[in-house]
């Protein structure tokens, strides 16, 4: 695979002068992507999600020279939608773009709606705005929850689809529609191409279906109704890329995107960040803090974890290739490692280990030791022993100090997440990706390293160590200047782990086994056989 990417001795670095706004380029050459987005006007849903927020610094650190960025935003717990934004723009994410571009607020503009009201609650206003000025979609609104309300699912992924397809259609000067779908929506296949495939039910009938019929039997429909597939997320995705196909083919210029897990940054806009608990996120912490500690998976299964900001420049990427490239097909990339750079749920589990152990989490509750298992009744054991009966203990200490209860609590929420994980833990996909090849080689050198969409230089141990540390720090807000500390702490419970362990040793050779009379009379003669042979070899010895 002939791929033009950054040098893989810089795996986990990225300046971002050199993305902001190319001083390093040579002037020989330039970049046609950040060309194309020049005074474009770009409208993203799901502006306020994980993937959202990283488009959002993308393309105002690298296409800086674009026209507007408006976002479809929701009033929140009283937070008006420009209210929820300026609380975006003051995070850590966007702190390199503020440096270069203080004023890089003005390029961004807010829109109120929310895609389950009719029109996407979009004013007659801000349509026609949008109707007359925007060039670019990016779709990556959705519920991500696996376990949401089918009814939820089908309004937020189906018809939510649906309304951004049909504000597209009536856009003057559309030149790409980048619909974000998942790499599992066809997870009920082995082998998953990049093609849609037919829907298990065609999109009006489910719309239709969900829209008259009561949502308690909905609920006790769903086991019937999604099939092979674990959950409502995966199930609506796939009936969203064939709504998407039926609706733009020959009409709208579009693409789908299709991520698989999607994970922490990998060097844009820096290594590590993260902003929410999904997916492997909430297992770093869990065991990190050492209360997951088992959990079904394959050993030996692809953990097709891909790098937050591996998406966002495909999705960039992809506007430009459908734009400019004036494409009629509707085309499907699979934004995945597994065939590119294996990483396994096997070497997840020791890197994730190696990490912790070398950079511990603040008031750890035992030793981490994560563990995957092929074998539900070693699982059970495992969590019995080792995190139902040590919380129920903790809890009861809690208690006897006049503290509040949390660790059974905390149990069965990770017990609730682990259970909608083990699906995809314990499974194996091969994803073709023949068309991210294909947008590598129509890419010039400058932006495949403007726009890196390579995984071949990703080092997982690096990586990993990288997105446990973005774990503890931007996630979980711990302070990294007590690491010495946390790790005095954990070298505490190994010591004290060790000593557990020997007296539960001792006891168990005490009371199990000298309790046992033919035991005691089998160790007595190999005692005296041991005397006996020491006299005659002294004896021996003496007479040499």
């Known amino acids: 695979m002939a791929l033009a990417a950054s040098n893989s001795n810089n795996n986990n670095t990225a300046n971002p002068k050199n993305n902001m706004f190319g001083s390093e380029i040579s002037s020989q050459h330039s970049s046609e992507i950040i060309n194309f987005y020049k005074n ?30 408006y976002v479809l935003v929701r009033s929140k717990k009283g937070a008006s939608p420009n209210q929820r934004l300026d609380e975006i723009f003051n995070c850590k994410l966007f702190e390199t773009v503020s440096q270069y571009c203080p004023e890089f607020r003005s390029k961004v503009e807010a829109i109120q709606g929310d895609l389950v009201e009719p029109n996407m609650g979009i004013s007659d206003e801000d349509e026609k705005i949008l109707i007359n000025s925007v060039n670019i979609v990016f779709h990556s609104a959705a519920t991500v929850r696996f376990d949401e309300p089918l009814k939820v699912a089908v309004d937020m992924n189906i018809i939510g689809t649906k309304k951004v397809v049909d504000l597209s259609k009536k856009i003057k000067n559309l030149e790409a529609l980048i619909h974000v779908s998942t790499a599992y929506a066809n997870c009920d296949r082995q082998h998953i191409s990049e093609t849609v ?6 999109p009006d009938r489910i719309i239709e279906a969900v829209d008259w019929i009561e949502e308690d039997l909905v609920q006790l429909l769903t086991p019937k109704v999604i099939q092979e597939r674990p959950n409502t997320y995966t199930y609506t995705k796939a009936i969203a890329e064939s709504l998407i196909v039926q609706e733009c083919k020959d009409q709208l210029p579009c693409a789908i995107i299709r991520p698989s897990i999607v994970g922490a940054s990998w060097r844009e806009p820096f290594p590590g960040w993260i902003d929410n608990f999904n997916g492997p996120t909430a297992l770093f912490a869990a065991i990190g803090k050492g209360i997951l500690r088992t959990m079904m998976g394959n050993f030996n299964s692809t953990a097709d974890i891909i790098p937050v900001d591996i998406p966002v420049n495909l999705m960039i990427v992809a506007g430009w290739y459908t734009g400019a490239k004036k494409t009629k097909d509707i085309n499907v990339y699979n934004c995945t490692t597994g065939q590119i750079n294996r990483l396994t749920w096997g070497m997840l589990e020791r890197c994730s280990f190696d990490s912790l152990m070398k950079n511990p989490l603040e008031n750890i509750f035992l030793v981490p030791n994560p563990r995957f298992t092929s074998y539900r009744l070693v699982k059970f054991l495992r969590h019995l022993v080792e995190e139902a009966m040590p919380s129920y203990v903790m809890d009861l200490y809690l208690r006897l100090i006049h503290k509040k209860p949390f660790l059974v609590r905390v149990q069965g929420r990770i017990k609730k997440a682990v259970n909608t994980l083990e699906f995809f833990t314990s499974t194996q996909w091969e994803f073709t990706n023949d068309n991210i090849y294909m947008l590598i080689e129509e890419m010039n050198e400058v932006d ?27 996630l979980l807000k711990e302070d990294m200047t007590r690491m010495n500390h946390c790790r005095k702490q954990l070298f505490n419970l190994v010591r004290l782990r060790k000593i557990m362990f020997s007296l539960i040793a001792v006891f168990v050779v005490k009371m199990i086994l000298f309790r046992s009379v033919s035991f005691k009379q089998l160790c007595y003669f190999l005692f005296r056989m041991a005397l006996e042979f020491a006299n005659k070899f002294t004896k021996l010895l003496s007479r040499i």
């Open 40 to 69: 474009k006007t770009i409208f993203i849903t799901g502006a306020t999600g994980f993937l959202g927020k990283v488009l959002i610094e993308k393309l105002l650190r690298s296409c800086y020279n674009l026209n507007k960025i």
């Open 448 to 474: 495949n390293k403007i726009f890196n969409i390579d995984v071949r230089d990703l080092h997982w141990k690096s990586y990993i160590e990288q997105y446990c540390l973005g774990t503890k720090k931007y």
């Open 197 to 202: 495939y037919n829907p298990p039910v065609q």
